[in-house]
């Protein structure tokens, strides 16, 4: 008899469902992924993340992991064949800052510039500025390396980078005109990445 899996409840485009599928990708942790309907919400990941967002990651001793950097450090500190934790240049700390500062800041402005009519202070305009100071810190970084804490991917880089590709696509045509070409340049090669291409496959309950 096969050993049961750890459960994944996902939903392709989301940002933070894409950052967890990257690091089980990479660490080699095969689960079976159910695709949920944002509208219809699974009843048995209701019960047991009543919060009702993804992922949600149940291992098979029935621990439930809710938040999706968790469910990166869960994966990578089990198996990090190519060191997401240990970047080249500072060090683990130093990307966890970065992280939260776009999971707190970056996104909210994300969300007001592509959602403005969910948000009764919503300001698109304001918000798309605020999140270009953002990105700025990553064009300043991507000066002097490939990535954001060396010449090499670490967890910094795939935690934020599926962010910006949202933030990207609400209008691609003004992010194009924008003078990043850092950032513009990093972004392509994770999304155009084959780990990448990969992981944003249509699934559903299958492994990953």
């Known amino acids: 008899m ?3 899996l750890p459960i994944l409840y996902s939903f392709r485009r989301c940002p933070y469902a894409i950052r967890a599928r990257l690091a089980l990708d990479v660490s080699d942790r095969t689960c079976e992924v159910r695709e949920v309907a944002l509208r219809d919400k699974p009843a ?9 967002t993804v992922p949600v990651l149940i291992d098979t001793d029935g ?12 994966a990578l500190r089990r198996n990090d064949p190519e060191r997401w ?3 080249e240049r500072e060090d683990f700390a130093a990307m966890v800052s970065l992280i939260r500062h776009f999971d707190e800041n970056f996104k909210r402005h994300l969300d007001r510039y592509k959602y403005p009519n969910r948000f009764v202070d919503a300001d698109a305009q304001f918000s798309r500025g605020e999140a270009v100071i953002s990105l700025q810190l990553l064009e300043a970084r ?3 390396s490939s990535f954001l804490f060396g010449n090499r991917v670490a967890l910094a880089d795939m935690a934020i980078a ?3 590709r949202q933030f990207s696509k609400v ?3 003004w992010f194009a005109s924008q003078p990043l070409p850092n950032t513009t340049r990093w972004l392509a090669a994770i999304v155009d990445s084959p780990r990448f291409v990969r992981i944003m496959r249509a699934h559903s309950s299958t492994s990953l």
């Open 2 to 4: 096969q050993a049961p």
């Open 44 to 52: 048995e990941m209701l019960r047991v993340s009543p919060k009702g």
């Open 63 to 74: 621990t439930v992991i809710e938040e999706s950097l968790d469910v990166m450090l869960w």
């Open 85 to 87: 934790l240990a970047p």
């Open 142 to 144: 991507l000066q002097s």
């Open 162 to 164: 599926p962010f910006v």
């Open 171 to 173: 209008d691609p045509p």
